[in-house]
């Protein structure tokens, strides 16, 4: 398959964008209708006058509260019925770019992101000797309510180059799908600070020549929070576990990933990112030294106690209100590499 090919995903993007992105026309209609019953005419008696001022008023005060929180709670707002908007509150926020499937906004979210990540495999590889690696991906997440939202932050197709076609051939192929749940349990937006735990599960239905499909699976459970500042400054963190269904098939990972923007002018961002990946069990699927970091579970036999930390420098652009489109390079700062030479990040999110 072209690799070019894949890019027509994107389009799939313009769909969601063109939605209707509030629900102000109904409320406005029934608030409208709610308004000119409270016109008196002869025959109504000032008990029922003060009745229909008394609803109107109500209905004012909702419309406002929910202007005021930055999320839509009415059904008129939804898409498709079921999705909620976005948590506007902080709008000024940009999500991370570099451990893309593990590093969650702490945000309410409701968006597509379609991400590409050009991998740079390194020479000193005992198995691979080099080569690289290309990864496409169209991740989304619903808003359910206003703190629980449905996230799913794997899919997408691989290709895999190896400098040492003899042990690992060149392959291509589909990557495990996870999906999951996320829910907000500290908002807010004076400060501002926003907190929020969940889970996902990786179904192992993926292909094998990309080492994809191994084991039963695995659990990734997460804590991710983000505060503000200074008025144009951010700073997002998040920590979780990777934790396999059936242990000899995979291995265990701890992580914790940290973001710093800045708004250098008005929804340019520059960002840094730095990430700890620490495996905490090995596998006993290949007799392997080494594991394949965020996009690859190897299940190799001697990574216990193996650490990688690896700093990500980048940008983004804000546009619309929430839109982003961002761009990062990632390096390890550690001497062991295991599969990252380098990587290079490019992803669009759509916000509804």
């Known amino acids: 398959m072209p690799r070019c090919h894949t890019f027509c995903f994107v389009a799939a993007v ?9 629900g102000e026309g109904l409320f406005d209609s029934r608030l409208a209708r709610i308004v ?59 999500s991370p770019i570099t ?26 590889n005992p198995a691979f000797s080099g080569g690289d690696a290309q990864y496409f991906a169209v991740q ?8 629980l939202s449905f996230i799913a932050n794997k899919d997408g197709y691989i290709w895999m180059n190896s400098d040492n076609p003899a042990v690992i051939p060149d392959d291509e192929g ?12 500290i908002r807010n937006p004076s400060l501002p600070l926003i907190a929020s735990v ?27 929070a983000g505060a503000g500042l ?27 990933s940290n973001h710093v923007d800045y708004e250098v002018i008005d929804t340019w961002y520059g960002l840094v990112e730095l990430n700890w990946f620490h495996w905490m069990q090995s596998g006993d699927r290949l007799p392997l030294s080494f594991e394949g970091g965020d996009l690859f579970n190897l299940g190799s036999t001697g ?11 980048g940008g983004k652009k804000r546009f619309g209100e929430m839109n982003e489109i961002g761009l990062a390079y990632e390096i390890p700062l550690t001497e062991r590499k295991d599969v990252l030479q380098s990587r290079l990040y490019l992803d669009l999110i759509i916000r509804y």
Not at 14 to 22: D, H, L, Q
Not at 140 to 147: D, P
Not at 198 to 224: A, M, N, R, W
Request: with cysteine; aromatic share 12%; net charge negative.
């Open 36 to 94: 000119s019953m409270s016109e008196p005419d002869v025959e109504q008696t000032s008990a029922e006058s003060r009745a229909v001022e008394f609803a109107t008023a109500v209905g004012n005060s909702g419309q406002a509260a929910l202007c005021s929180c930055g999320i839509g709670g009415g059904f008129g707002d939804r898409l498709l019925g079921f999705i909620s908007p976005s948590d506007r509150a902080f709008s000024d926020f940009v």
């Open 99 to 124: 451990n893309p499937l593990f590093f969650e906004d702490p945000r309410t979210l409701s968006e597509i992101r379609p991400i590409f990540a050009q991998h740079w495999i390194p020479n000193s």
């Open 303 to 313: 990574v216990a106690g193996n650490d990688i930390v690896t700093l990500g420098l």
């Open 140 to 147: 989304a997440r619903v808003a359910l309510t206003e703190r």
């Open 14 to 22: 313009v769909c969601f964008a063109a939605a209707p992105t509030r």
């Open 198 to 224: 969940g889970g996902t599960f990786e179904v192992p239905c993926g292909s094998g020549g990309v080492f994809q499909g191994s084991g039963d699976g695995e659990f990734h459970l997460f804590g991710t």
């Open 230 to 256: 200074t008025d144009r400054s951010h700073w997002l963190s998040a920590t979780g576990f990777r934790l396999p269904t059936n242990t000899s098939q995979r291995s265990q990972m701890w992580y914790w």
């Open 174 to 185: 589909w990557a495990d799908i996870a999906a999951g749940l996320k829910y907000n349990v």
